[in-house]
């Protein structure tokens, strides 16, 4: 049985340990909810000050030239383009998740109405337990463009691209209740095969697990050869609430584009080929550029690149391997843990134990008051969170109790804790208190 000690000597031996220190972490708390939200890098305050009080305050609208504030998003687009795969001038910096996703999904469907197929390929099929807000998007998208869109459930994939009718093949690489990853490479080679495009959503994976979208750089291997990726800044890239979103698409979409003189849907005026020409007529900017929307959210944007830039600190310690090879540590840990202490208190894995199919979160689910216990759990400054039960399962579904395991600063002190103050919650039946039922808005 592992101890705590044995934790401790974990972390003394971890070269990753230092990059913690990035971090303000109150002493007194165990997050582990950087699956929903990043933690606060300690050079974000300084990095917004100076933004603040020197470029805006001091130089004002000169600091889009003189501070490169109208290169932000393609200037933290190349650093998270390192961290999934994608090269240089392929993905860009803006607006959120929801918006980013109609635009890639608006322009597959382009591609296949203007490629002959909107006659028979009027499919967009997702997973029945995706996320709601892509769900909502791709209904939207579907119905802009005569498609339907069906909802199947994980293991049904490969028979139903067989379906002729299927366009566009829309998943999130990590599943947000479960934690189950998809083979990314092998999905999408399935899906070409079938003749369909697919588009990753990749919120619960962008600075948790390694991806390989597409490298273009001349010498490497084509990567999952994905089509169109989306994904948010505030999760594992610690970029703050609300922070910005990335859109990647293949490079030989954007080609296209650029010959056919295509315009992906949102056109606003900083996707214009010269947007200080003040023209009246839409020309749109080459390559991914096309993707830009509106002005930059300046002060967003800064706070998000100081959480992008820790991983360059990561990269001398062996960089996404080195963060995945510990976060596996970190949830086996977990998993090893809670089923070990917590046995006969109605908790159930929920998370695959095949590493290959383990995001960087661990649920458990429980049919009993699991939002008492994670409420108990944070009343102890344990910090994870709830899930609800999957209203859109065949058979339903109990409630999870959800924990994200950030490598860049999760302890394996921290597992250990975490699982003595849940088998301390449960054993003595704290969570039973009435103040511990009440239901906030944001569970």
Known sequence: ????????????????????????????????????????????????????????????????????????????????????????????????????????????????????????????????????????????????????????????????????????????????????????????????????????????????????????????????????????????????????????????????MDREQWRQPLSGWLGHAAPFAFTPDYQPAAGIARFVCGTPPVLAMAALECGVDVFAQADAFGGMAALRAKSLALTSLFIELVEARCAGFGLELATPRTHELRGSQVSFARADGAYAVMQALIGRHVIGDFRAGDPSAPVPSPDLLRFGFAPLYTRFVDVWDAADHLRAVLESGEWREARFAARSAVT
């Open 1 to 256: 049985m592992t101890t705590r000690q044995d934790c401790a000597a974990l972390d003394a031996a971890d070269p990753l340990a230092a990059l913690r220190d990035a971090f303000l972490l109150p002493d007194d708390v165990i997050y582990l909810d950087g699956n929903s939200l990043g933690v606060l890098p300690k050079s974000v305050p300084a990095r917004l000050d100076h933004v603040i009080r020197h470029e805006w305050g001091t130089d004002l609208i000169r600091s889009w030239n003189t501070a490169g504030w109208i290169d932000l998003p393609h200037r933290i687009g190349n650093k998270i383009a390192r961290l999934v795969g994608a090269g240089d001038d392929e993905l860009v910096v803006g607006d959120s998740t929801s918006v980013n996703l109609y635009k890639v999904l608006s322009a597959a469907a382009m591609l296949v109405r203007a490629d002959g197929g909107a006659s028979s390929r009027r499919v967009i099929l997702s997973e029945r337990s995706n996320f709601p807000t892509d769900l909502y998007i791709a209904d939207s998208v579907a119905k802009a463009h005569g498609f339907e869109l069906q909802l199947i459930e994980a293991d049904e994939i490969g028979t139903r691209l067989d379906d002729e009718r299927v366009a566009i093949l829309m998943l999130t690489h990590v599943n947000y209740r479960s934690g189950r990853m998809h083979d990314m490479a092998a999905i999408s080679r399935a899906a070409h095969c079938a003749g369909a495009l697919v588009v990753w959503d990749l919120c619960h994976s962008a600075g948790a697990v390694p991806v390989n979208l597409c490298p273009s750089r001349a010498g490497e291997d084509a990567g999952a050869d994905a089509d169109f990726a989306v994904g948010c800044g505030y999760k594992y890239l610690n970029g703050g609430p609300g922070a910005p979103a990335f859109a990647w698409a293949h490079p030989r979409h954007t080609a296209r």
